[in-house]
């Protein structure tokens, strides 16, 4: 998580295409304003088989261009030339865009605009009100925080039209994907946006081991262990619950999903923790069993499917000749999953993303598509301002790229003009095996 937040700050980045670490990556310099003139993609192979399902002209945000994200805080998805940026200015000292003082907007003496690809408010209605986030840390690296804290004044009045606030608390409720982080961290996002879309509070999966995070010996991890989760502004976009509440709340006899006696002392074992085994005393699937049984499981895949948000469709009746057209060219060959009055009539959906021809691999810009495009710009702003990692995360990351600069600063060039670092992502997961696996330091 550290590497992923340094290497967004390289002057250059050369990555896997459609690799869940370099689209981070490159999503993160999206939100900077880094220019696309600063980043580049090796594997050809691999956009070519991810692109038999994704829109091969798509927007630049899901073709993974930094400068695809520039627009998200306008009503439009903007479609931007390559060569529309200026360059990189700065690493961790940006300075504000001189030639365009309309670009800068200082609040507290922080400017907005990221780097110098920053809009004119007038096509940034959602910065209005805004203020740039903050790092605790024991030196000053707020120049990594590319979120909004607090977002702005539309953004904190915005209600979805898709969510159904009358009667009973409706849930939504899934099963961690069981790979590696990157992809633990999508589907999150993903789920996330789901929710926050359709109004419902979300049941946290109970604490468990993460594929390959046991070097300190610490078995068990939460999400909040990583994610800014207890920011009071996300929590009223998306109520967040533990398992152990859900089950106490609707678990018992009066609740909207009582517990099977058989099983009622096995489910409460694994409330606070369990583990991704069938045959453990505390296996994770006795929760998951108990969740798709009361809950309505949609058939969703993401190398099949791409979900769709469409008013006109969610209330019941044809989608637009435009926007039916947009969905799609968004979604290609893929078969469109609708977000309906149906699906939003049950109290509980439980994704089991856990199960391996449901796990959602894919990234939320390249899987979900609103029609109206400022609600769209409205969630991704959402992932942006919310879904980041805690602050240790950035303080340490900030510590690293300080340190780098130092170094620039020493072989007598300026991390502002034609210094500063270059990062590069190997995947070395590809190189797995012994007769190809190489310790770091023969790659330099």
Known sequence: MIETVVASRG?????????????????????QGLSTSTSWYSFLTRKTFVHNWTYPNGNYYAREFPIGWVGIDGNIVLEHERESVSPLLSVLNQEDNKENKENSVPIDD???????AGLPMVKTPALIGAKRGHIECSVDVND??????PQGERDIAFQSPFAEQEGKTKYISFEPDSGGWN???????????LAAAMGRTLVMPPKQHLYLFNADGKKERSFSNFFALQNLELLKKVPIITTEEFLRREGGKDGQFPMPNENRTKLLNVQ???QYRMKSEKSCFTLYFYLREAGLVPDLKSDKHCIIFDQDRFAGNSMSPEHAETADQFCGKREMFFIDKEMQGHNLIHLQSSESAYRLLNHFYGFIHFTDPSIGNYYKRFVRDFMRYNA???CAAGKVVRALEEETKKLGLSPN??????????????????????PAEKWY
Request: charged share 25%; hydrophobic share 35%; proline share 1%.
């Open 11 to 31: 002057r250059a980045f050369a990555g896997t295409w459609f690799s869940t670490f370099s689209g981070y990556i490159n999503r993160m310099r999206g939100y």
């Open 110 to 116: 922080v400017p907005l605009s990221r780097g110098v």
């Open 144 to 149: 990594l925080a590319y979120w909004n804290d």
């Open 183 to 193: 992809n633990i961290r999508i589907s999150l996002e993903t789920i996330f946006i």
């Open 272 to 274: 606070d923790s369990c």
């Open 392 to 394: 240790e995360i950035y």
């Open 417 to 438: 003009e034609d210094g500063g670092f270059s990062s590069l992502h190997v995947r070395r997961g590809d190189l797995q095996y012994k007769e190809v696996k190489l």
